[in-house]
């Protein structure tokens, strides 16, 4: 596709449920990076992938996050029994090289928690 | 570990004039990129410009230009002839080059542009 993208873009759930945040990245792009931004701070950093394999999951606040990227190419992003602070905004980006690479970050899924 | 300040939470131009927007970023590594990002109220997020550290010149992008003083670990942001379409958030971000991908991004500054 012509840019990232990431789907839903909104999400509403109660609190408990499981949910699952897909993002396709550029085609061709080797790596992808997860991103969780609260309103009005800047994004903070999840965890990337280089291909199919998870390179750095430092930033998963808790064993209640995951996220695979099992063909190297669309990755979810899954949050078990959500709680009312998981509400943000979960940002998806890709790059096409290494650490020098530009990342080209997606539209977002807006994640609300009740 | 690695941190990125801004400390102007929010910022006021004058369309058609200057503004300059501070980050301060605390490392032990010597090579590493710098990046200004643009959120406008759609919340996308643009890259603005970047800067490698090994590079000494400043990087520049058409009105906007960076002053990088690396021992000051210092890496402002110049926009000149303010526009209005520049009205919108923007995140300093560190990122190293010696390994790993993570990024780490300052807080915001908001800027607004007065007509």
Redesign the interface.
Known sequence: GAGVSQSPRYKVTKRGQDVALRCDPISGHV?L?WYRQAL??????LT?F?YEAQ??K??LPNDRFSAERPEGSISTLTIQRTEQRDSA?Y?C?S?ST???G??Y?G??TRLTVT | AQTVTQSQPEMSVQEAETVTLSCTYDTSESDYYLFWYKQPPSRQMILVIRQEAYKQQNATENRFSVNFQKAAKSFSLKISDSQLGDAAMYFCAYRSALGGFKTIFGAGTRLFVKA
């Open positions: 790596s990076y009005g701070q800047g994004p903070e950093f990337y280089n390179q750095d430092s930033g905004m940002r980006a790059s290494g650490t020098s530009e990342q970050f539209p977002g």
